[in-house]
T-cell receptor
Framework: GAVVSQHPSRVICKSGTSVKIECRSLDFQATTMFWYRQFPKKSLMLMATSNEGSKATYEQGVEKDKFLINHASLTLSTLTVTSAHPEDSSFYIC??????????????FGPGTRLLVL | AQKVTQAQTEISVVEKEDVTLDCVYETRDTTYYLFWYKQPPSGELVFLIRRNSFDEQNEISGRYSWNFQKSTSSFNFTITASQVVDSAVYFCALSEATGSARQLTFGSGTQLTVLP
């Protein structure tokens, strides 16, 4: 149980285009989903916290107009990188926290999306 | 504010050796949760364990064991008889119970390399 999927796993795009990444909790309902960014050999950096049906909460320094987050249902959150530039190239990982149950304090992570902007 | 420190950036061991990964945390909350995650080269973070602040019992799961010491604010992770497949980056993380978001604060990670 507690499987989180991400799509696509890898994407290459041209500078100036927008890229949408999907995060789905496959076998549980997620109250909250989180989006992280990870640079090579670095730890995870929280970008935003996404709650179903409400606006995402962004961490300081993360541009909300550039990284659009939509949490349309209890099993799906999307991150859209708008007008991507080479500096947006990174590994983006989502996680989901269960709505209820013994494991509700645990975040389960997706496999990540490698974004390369040319 | 909470903080997680993993002082060991890289560790290299030979297969079958035991290895301990250190984790020290700081928090003002009395109720919190501690986690260990494994990140193999594929990139996915694999959940290994969650421990709440009221449960100081050590835990063993196969070759993995965890030692939680509130007195020293540490939550160390030991792999017994290490295997090449254990090679990965291991992250320790903390989540405070106050607030509904339950955001994770990660340590900087320890790169473990197990040599054959």
């Amino acid at each position: 149980g507690a499987v989180v999927s991400q799509h696509p796993s890898r994407v290459i795009c041209k500078s100036g285009t927008s890229v949408k990444i999907e995060c789905r909790s496959l076998d549980f309902q997620a109250t909250t989903m989180f989006w992280y960014r990870q640079f090579p050999k670095k730890s995870l950096m929280l970008m935003a916290t996404s709650n179903e049906g409400s606006k995402a909460t962004y961490e300081q320094g993360v541009e909300k107009d550039k990284f659009l987050i939509n949490h349309a249902s209890l099993t799906l959150s999307t991150l859209t990188v708008t007008s991507a530039h080479p500096e947006d190239s990174s590994f983006y990982i989502c996680s989901a926290r269960q709505l209820a149950g013994e494991t509700r304090e645990t975040q389960y992570f997706g496999p990540g999306t490698r974004l390369l902007v040319l | 504010a909470q903080k997680v420190t993993q002082a060991q950036t890289e560790i290299s061991v030979v297969e079958k050796e035991d290895v301990t990964l250190d984790c020290v945390y700081e928090t003002r909350d009395t109720t919190y949760y501690l986690f260990w995650y494994k990140q193999p080269p594929s990139g996915e973070l694999v959940f290994l364990i969650r421990r709440n602040s009221f449960d100081e019992q050590n835990e063993i799961s196969g070759r993995y064991s965890w030692n939680f010491q509130k007195s020293t604010s540490s939550f160390n992770f030991t792999i017994t008889a290490s295997q090449v497949v254990d090679s990965a980056v291991y992250f320790c993380a903390l989540s405070e119970a106050t607030g509904s978001a339950r955001q994770l604060t990660f340590g900087s990670g320890t790169q473990l390399t197990v040599l054959p």
